[in-house]
């Protein structure tokens, strides 16, 4: 609930973010080689809000998954898979997907980073882009753009109201294979065990392909996760990957999109010798589909899964071969997913605003500090419990500062007041949500919302269900331009007083 799943970066704005990482990150290992430059061609993502590949340190994303709750799992094995990914959120309100190696899978820090670095500079609109990494202690983590629309597997083999149309089938197989194209001409042609789980769906329905498989699963190169019916043939023989068995692993992905299961190989290339092309087919398109296409799919498909790698197309074949059947070109891929427009979201539904509600939805900073005046410290009841010991005259000199802060915070004084709470804050042996809210509020009169919004979250997580958190959260974000966030969190702190009032603790 909230932003207390978020990660506490100083900067809130995207472009910041690299310089915030490298700042801040602790126990962490720089890249042993300067960062190289984004790679991605004028219809690349990195000019379209992808923000800066950059380090991130592990409060950060323990922080933005909710300490790696189970709840924020969005590994399609779930906590079976080898290398889990979770779903987190961003203090800049951004989602992301979490994966995190097993222990010890990458031993050499400066191997992980450089593999990541490798990966992070590639920027396109084909992928789900890989935005940072984390190498904290034995800790091996990599940060993606998240995909909110599942996977590729989840609408062929599970889906529940609609199969996928033909026409999105096509556009699926060519996006991908422009994904493929793009990073073997950014010299990133290995990608490991490609497959329909691999491809994602965006905000706007359109396929992704997952950074993830451009990394080695671990150091020692192990690639293939899936059923060895599946694997290409040298990769059995050998253990190696090459651009070849991409190739190969494409010609399954094709033969997926062609089936709408999960069809072996050899099973596949027997109908397709004795030329039962209709029996491959998915029966749910109910023959909604153009013959000569579908031919033309399966000729590629079946080149792909040729047993010797030289007789195999390269990438660019697979564009060249699939680009003339693309049908139904003006058509949004959210309307042939039949999932919802982005934009489309139902609002949030509104719950009575209280005298603090009503002030901080019309950004009255004025009101709001009446209030907190009004209201002291009684919400911080139950938030310390202090031993006889912890009462030495470092806390005495702390509760001094606490007090001399209220007297400013009082008195309107408010760079003061953000010295003197400051100073209770850096101490640590008591925490008070109050003080954050107040520090919160006096960088919001002294312009620095970014501040402003990281004291609110650190409020919650004192207390999480305290509405007056949520509610500074909700004008930080209205000063930061994020009005649709700010109305939601504005709507959630009103909710929790609804709560509150038959119950608990006050706000």
């Known amino acids: 609930m909230g932003c207390c799943e978020s990660s506490f970066l100083t900067e809130t704005h995207p472009e910041k973010d690299d310089q915030h990482h490298h700042n801040n990150s602790h126990n962490t290992q720089n890249p042993p080689f300067s960062p190289p430059s984004p790679a991605g061609g004028a219809d690349g993502a990195a000019a379209g809000g992808v923000p800066s590949f950059s ?23 779930g906590e079976k898979a080898p290398n889990i990914v979770y779903k987190g959120r961003l203090q800049n309100r951004r989602w992301i997907a979490v994966k995190k ?37 034995d800790e091996r983590l990599l940060v993606a753009e998240y995909m909110p629309n599942d996977t590729l597997a989840k609408h062929l083999f599970h889906w529940e109201n609609q199969t996928i149309e033909w026409a999105m089938r ?35 329905g359109d396929p992704r392909l997952s950074c993830f498989g451009l990394m080695k699963n671990s150091r020692d190169g192990k690639s293939y996760s899936t059923n060895l019916a599946y694997t290409p043939p040298e990769y059995l023989r050998n253990g190696r ?16 999109l062609l089936s709408g299961k999960h069809i072996p190989p050899s099973h596949a290339l027997d109908l397709i010798r004795d030329k039962n092309i209709i029996l491959l087919m998915d029966s749910h398109l109910e023959g909604n589909f153009s013959t000569e296409e579908a031919t033309t799919v399966v000729g590629l498909a079946s080149q792909c899964l040729q047993y010797e790698p030289r007789e195999r197309p390269n990438t660019k074949d697979l564009v060249a071969t699939l680009a003339p059947l693309k049908t139904k070109p003006d058509v949004p891929s959210y309307v042939m997913l039949g999932i919802p ?26 009101a ?13 009841e139950g938030t310390n419990e202090l031993s006889f010991q912890e009462w030495t005259q470092q806390m005495r000199d702390m509760l001094e ?13 408010f760079k003061t007041a953000i010295d003197c709470y400051s100073q209770f804050v850096d101490v640590g042996t008591m ?72 119950g608990g603790r006050g706000s």
């Open 55 to 77: 380090e991130f340190s592990f409060s950060d994303l323990k922080a933005a998954t909710n300490n790696f709750s189970s709840d924020s799992i969005v590994s399609e094995s």
């Open 170 to 204: 096509l556009r699926v197989a060519l996006l991908i294979a422009e994904a493929l194209d793009f990073c073997s001409t950014e010299s990133r042609s290995l990608y490991h065990d490609l497959n329909a789980y691999r491809v994602l769906f965006d905000e706007d």
């Open 401 to 413: 500062a606490r007090k001399r802060g209220d007297f400013a915070f009082r008195d309107k004084d």
């Open 241 to 256: 990957v090459t651009p070849e068995s991409v190739i190969y692993s494409f010609g399954t992905v094709l033969l997926d």
């Open 368 to 380: 709001i500090h009446q209030i907190l005046v009004m209201t002291h410290y009684r919400d911080d």
């Open 341 to 366: 427009k982005h934009e489309d979201a139902p609002p949030t539904p509104q719950h009575p605003l209280s005298p603090m509600g009503e002030a901080c939805s019309r950004l009255d900073l004025t």
């Open 101 to 137: 190696f097993t222990k010890m899978a990458w031993p050499d820090p400066k191997q992980f980073a450089e593999e990541a670095w490798g990966v992070g500079r590639l920027r396109h609109q084909r992928l789900a882009n890989l935005i940072g990494y984390c190498c904290d202690g």
């Open 431 to 502: 925490v008070s949500p109050t003080v954050y809210a107040r520090r919160s509020l006096c960088y919001l009169l002294c312009d620095q919302p970014d501040a402003a919004l990281r004291d609110a979250m650190q409020a919650q997580c004192v207390y999480p269900d305290w509405p007056t958190a949520f509610y500074m959260q909700s004008v930080a974000l209205a000063k930061l331009d994020m009005h649709k966030d700010a109305a939601d969190m504005l709507n959630e702190a009103a909710g929790l007083e609804e709560k509150r009032q038959k």
